[in-house]
């Protein structure tokens, strides 16, 4: 029977599947965004390793991943305004203003707000 992951492995595919899926986009974390993610799959990973049952752990786990991907679409759809204030210097950078804008549409998502 396979062991049950660890949370800092759950933590790891958390952020790596965020980092891959903003980069599927064309788009790159910025030190703070990176740092943000990274931060908040520890967080995930937490509240989702010890749950009693793998069936438990699966749909908080997904349920991370889509959280994820939603706030990557959000700051992906904030960039185009941001864009314009860094006179396109950064055209593929997510940084924190990207990120404040669209934590500021989501809140609360868990795991972030």
């Not at 030190?31 to 967080?43: G, L, Q, S, T, Y």
């Not at 991370?64 to 055209?91: C, Q, S, V, W």
Request: charged letters at 25%.
């Amino acid at each position: 029977m396979p062991r049950p992951p660890t949370e800092k492995s759950l933590a790891e595919i958390i952020y790596d599947i965020a980092e891959l899926y903003a980069a599927g986009k064309g788009y790159e974390l910025g030190p703070d965004v990176d740092n943000f993610m990274r931060k908040h799959a520890i967080n995930a990973a937490r509240q989702i390793e010890p749950l009693r049952t793998s069936k438990q752990q699966s749909v908080k786990f997904k349920e991370a991943i889509h959280n994820f991907e939603t706030l990557i679409d959000a700051m992906a759809e904030a960039r185009g305004a941001i864009h314009t204030l860094d006179d396109g210097k950064y055209p593929n950078l997510m940084g924190k203003f990207t990120l404040g804008t669209a934590l500021n549409e989501l809140c609360p998502l868990w795991p972030f707000c």
